[in-house]
């Protein structure tokens, strides 16, 4: 699929947390839109994409100028009282137009000036091991949540075609930790996997997030269905994958392997 790429001057950058990330006082978006294009997101129904009027995953614009921008509205929020953000709530701020424009960075290197009291950095790109200079600066103040849905690469080609490889994104597990960089693995949503994907998440990261369509599309499951996600599983016959428990299928066997203070499911995993 071709990208189309735009541009874009927003008068504001910092949003409320609302809905699902009602635990942050601003969500952060480097770019709108997304060239990943999951056939499972739930942005593809909300009123950015709706709205649009072209395929999702086929456009992304590139908000300029967005460094000054935020350094304004950070201070600002700061000294409103205490600022927690989370990056990025319907976009991912290491697609792969950043290596370009490096409006994720410019925005890295405001927040470790002004550095708010929490950052989530929410991604499927190895791209964000690009950062760990600046990441390193935020110390404590900072997780990378990086999403790696399964650990079977032909299930990532079925449902995500144009993401990341998984072994790319279980490699920059390893380097975030090596650098000291507080970071989970986001089983989100959850899609069909081994019985070896908590065995091979141990060495990398202490803390996994578990979460599925029916919890955390921030509309109880409304917007998956709507997406009609339950096609993609009966075509590939794995229909016991798509429900409501499916989760708990993943979560035991972290179990297994995972203490239970290091396990989180859904919109806890999330919050800061």
Known sequence: MS???????PKTLLNK??????GYSHSLNPYTGCVFGCSYCYVRRMPVALFRGESWGSWVDVKKNAAALLEKELRRAKAKG???????????????IEYEEEVTR???????????????????SPLVRRDVDLLSRLGGKVRVSMTVETDLEEVRRRFTPSAPPIAA???????????????????????PSSELFAEKL???VNRVCVDDYFMGDGSGGKRSKQLHMQSFYEEAELEEWYHPEAYRRVYDRLRAVFAEEELFVSQRGFEP
């Open 106 to 124: 410019s925005l890295l290197e405001v927040m470790a000036r002004e550095q708010p009291n929490f950052l989530l950095v929410q991604t499927r």
């Open 3 to 9: 990208v189309a790429y735009g541009a874009k001057s």
């Open 82 to 96: 205490p600022v927690t953000i989370f990056m990025s709530s319907s976009t991912d701020p290491y697609q792969p």
């Open 17 to 22: 947390g609302t809905g699902f990330l009602d």
């Open 169 to 191: 994104r279980l490699e920059t597990l390893r380097v975030l930790k090596e650098a000291g960089i507080p970071a989970q693995a986001a089983i989100a949503p959850v899609l």
């Open 202 to 204: 141990r060495p990398l």
